[in-house]
């Protein structure tokens, strides 16, 4: 009988098999001249093929895992390495990939009780945390009562942060519920709109990247429905912030509901020179924050959090064989209300030990070391006389294109790095021209990673 990884033989079943995993992921690293295999798709295709042969063979093969993770490995994006720079794609902390094993050889899941004992309370304990990060902690108001403690709900990303915004927005406010975004906004907000059933978006124009209050204003001010207003901290673009103060008193002026997608930016709220970018960030009913962004967390490590935990009750549900009402009644915790899904990981597992291990101080020390690279690339772009920069990072993102290039040329000149596997570099349309993406994630890069990027560029540059 194969081995289990859990039960008093795991560990022992384990020991060998991640030696060859981790023989396969070091042999990867060095087959690559850069972050990607050389070639292109249909050469890693290829590649991945030949290795794989019949994936559902008639008799099993004991060679499948040193087969298969060094086909994977090969053939990776490593998000470590420093030219890796095109996507919100973080290199994942070693201490969080070791809870993350952790995690799968418990296999713990959070949709009840029996299932998840230590992991559901330890998921608590986090989505308490990180909601009072952003929302402080209960107070008593001027009449006396305590405010109800905000929360928290751990999901799979922004994209499934953002629909249960707009789904508790939804069943707050009605049917009727219109959302209000900027063009910058990023695509699971409209399209969580449409997978609700509400009305058509209104989408603003963003001719400077960011929410224009005045055309917010005027939206307010023209529409009878109840709306609820997305704001956008660190696009996906660009890394901008929409002015978060201005909207939020616009919002609370007009009596709209707020949402504040944080999925990239969110990780400012670690560092102490960062956070005052996110100044009204307390006053959304919900944000979404995504820690496989800038938290450095292995995929997936998402959450929600709502200001007012009453909101939650939207999403009670009942199914007597997880949380039956003596059960409940009995003092085992209802979990099915904490997530749209049945079965559920426990990724707080890794976003706890990471915390708590680099406690806020660490954390913001990776922030600020990621966000000081970024200004220091756009200062060799700045000064370099063949570049032309967008504009000075926001976060950790910069845009830049060589000068007097066509789209075409800029678009050309992306795919050839990415072929050749020696750079990973994004691409944003902004202000009506194409430009390459440096989204730097990687606080292990040198100066040096930078140059280098930038020389890759120029050599790939039409004369």
């Known amino acids: 009988m194969p081995p289990l990884a859990s039960g008093p033989e795991g560990s022992d079943a384990l020991r060998p098999l991640l030696a060859t995993v981790l023989d396969a992921l070091d042999a990867g690293a060095r087959s690559r001249s850069g972050p990607l295999p050389a070639g292109g798709p249909h050469t890693v295709a290829a590649r991945v093929r030949e290795a794989v042969g019949d994936p559902l063979p008639p008799h099993g093969d004991p060679d499948a895992l040193h087969t298969l993770v060094h086909a994977l490995a090969a053939g990776a994006a490593d998000p470590a390495h420093p030219l890796c720079a095109a996507h919100l794609h973080c290199p994942p902390l070693a201490v969080a990939t070791a809870a993350d094993l952790a995690a799968s050889a418990l296999n713990p899941s959070l949709d009840s009780w029996d299932q998840a004992p230590a992991a559901s309370e330890l998921e608590t304990l986090l989505t308490h945390a990180l909601a009072a990060e952003i929302y402080g902690h209960p107070h008593q108001t001027p009449s006396g009562a305590a405010t109800a403690p905000a929360d928290a709900l751990v999901t799979t990303g922004g994209t499934e942060a953002n629909h249960l915004a707009l789904l508790l927005a939804r069943e707050a406010h009605g049917p009727t519920l219109r959302l209000v975004c900027g063009a910058n906004a990023h695509h699971s907000l409209p399209r969580a709109a449409w997978l609700l059933g509400l009305p058509e978006p209104v989408i603003l124009p963003t001719p400077t ?52 997608d944080a999925a990239y930016g969110g990780g400012l709220l670690f560092s102490d020179r960062r956070r005052p970018l996110l100044t009204g960030i307390e006053t959304a009913h919900t944000v979404t924050l995504d820690l496989h962004k800038l938290g450095w967390q292995p995929v997936a490590a998402g959450l929600l959090a709502v200001r007012d935990p009453h909101d939650l009750t939207a999403l009670h549900h009942h199914a007597d064989y997880l949380n039956a009402d003596d059960d409940t009644e009995a003092g085992l915790p209802d979990l099915l209300g904490r997530s749209l899904r049945t079965t559920r990981r426990p990724d707080a597992l890794k976003i706890a030990v990471t915390l708590k291990t680099l406690g806020r101080s660490g954390l913001g020390a990776l922030v600020d070391q990621v966000c000081d690279h970024a200004h220091a690339f756009a200062a060799l772009v700045r000064d370099h006389p063949g570049l032309e920069l967008h504009a000075p990072p926001t976060i950790s993102t910069v845009l830049f294109r060589p000068t007097g290039a066509t789209d075409t040329a800029v678009a050309e000149i992306r795919r050839r790095l990415l072929a050749d596997g020696h ?39 039409p004369a």
């Open 209 to 260: 990247g960011v929410l224009d209050p005045d055309a917010l204003h005027h939206t307010l001010t023209t529409r009878p429905d109840p709306l609820l207003v997305a704001a956008t901290a660190g696009t996906t673009d660009a890394g901008l912030i929409d002015p978060l103060p201005t909207l939020a008193a616009l919002t609370h002026t007009h009596g709209a509901r707020l949402h504040i």
């Open 423 to 461: 750079a990973v570099l994004g691409r944003a349309r902004l202000d009506g021209r194409l430009w390459l993406k440096t989204t730097l994630l990687n606080p292990h890069t040198r100066p040096a990673d930078l140059t280098a990027l930038l020389q890759l560029v120029e050599g790939n540059t």
